[in-house]
């Protein structure tokens, strides 16, 4: 039975969103702050800080797939709207924001709930912000707006969002407030909710999500973005530092790879 959105399709979109210059990245960063990696006041070998920083790095992307994925499923039943905005000289930016049978809904989408309590005041009033905009924008229009945390694992301020939002009223505005499945069955759409969670089991039990630090596997790819997002000035920065060229290029280029890339730069 097809799904809403092909499996491969969306493991395509995942790694494209996910793992986008995520070799390079590290690289950048090496040559930034080298004793990141390095040092013997560090409790974590080179190869552990390495992985550390490449699934900081996937976590932080990984919250941009969900948003973009989840476009893309609205997008299947509903219209997407443009997400760029500005409002009061400020450019603002929606998460998801799309419209049915007359009527607008905005989501603000976090992975999960887990601000303290300076960034939950500040998380609100970008939300309220937003549904001012869209109030003033669209004033004859109803208005769908709630704050969406994908992971229901946490709920740590439930509570004070929802104080917050009962406190509030505007004429033709409806304030809703997320966890998990919650938002896909307002919708009627619990489908997209039990796909996407069907979905990510089936790429997490895969080899498709699996962290390697030999970054000559896929050379010929990985070649090409190393070339395109790595500076001439931070490669010079690798190889002009010791520690870096002994301790950690080795366990990304294990038999010296990168040197064709400095050749190609006339760096050696």
């Given amino acids: 039975m097809t799904g809403i959105i092909d499996y491969d399709d969306f493991v395509e979109i995942l790694t494209k ?25 560090r409790p974590t070998s080179p190869e552990i800080k390495l992985i550390q920083n490449i699934t900081q790095s996937h976590e932080i992307s990984f919250g ?20 760029s905005a500005t409002y009061n ?16 809904y905005m989501i603000e989408q ?7 309590s300076t960034k939950k005041r500040g998380q609100f009033e ?14 004859d229009k109803s208005i769908s707006a ?45 489908s ?15 080899d498709d999500n699996k962290i390697e ?11 090409t973005e190393l070339l395109e997002n790595v500076s001439k000035n931070n490669w010079k920065k690798l190889i002009s530092n010791k520690q870096i060229v002994n301790e950690i290029l080795p366990i990304l280029f294990p038999t010296s790879k990168y040197k064709e890339i400095l050749k190609e730069l006339n760096i050696i």
């Fill in 17 to 41: 969103t996910v793992y986008k210059n995520s070799k390079a990245d590290l690289i950048n960063k090496v040559a930034a702050n080298p004793d990141r990696y390095l040092g013997i006041f």
């Fill in 146 to 190: 709630g704050m969406w945390f994908v992971d229901p694992s946490l709920i740590k301020n439930r509570s004070y969002y929802q104080s917050q939002m009962d406190s509030i009223h505007m004429e033709n505005v409806e304030l809703y407030l997320f966890y998990g499945d919650e938002f896909t069955k307002m919708l009627e759409k619990i």
């Fill in 192 to 206: 997209v909710w039990d796909e996407l969670a069907a979905h990510l089991i089936k790429w997490k039990q895969s």
């Fill in 213 to 223: 630090l030999n970054f000559e596997l896929d050379w010929d790819k990985t070649k």
């Fill in 64 to 83: 941009d797939f969900i948003e973009d994925i989840m476009t893309q499923y609205l997008g299947k039943y509903y219209t997407n709207l443009n997400k």
């Fill in 89 to 104: 000289g400020e450019k603002i930016l929606f998460d998801q924001l799309f419209t049915y049978e007359g009527k607008i």
């Fill in 110 to 116: 976090k992975m999960r709930d887990d601000h303290d």
């Fill in 126 to 139: 970008n939300f309220l912000k937003k549904v001012k905009y869209l109030k003033e924008k669209y004033p």
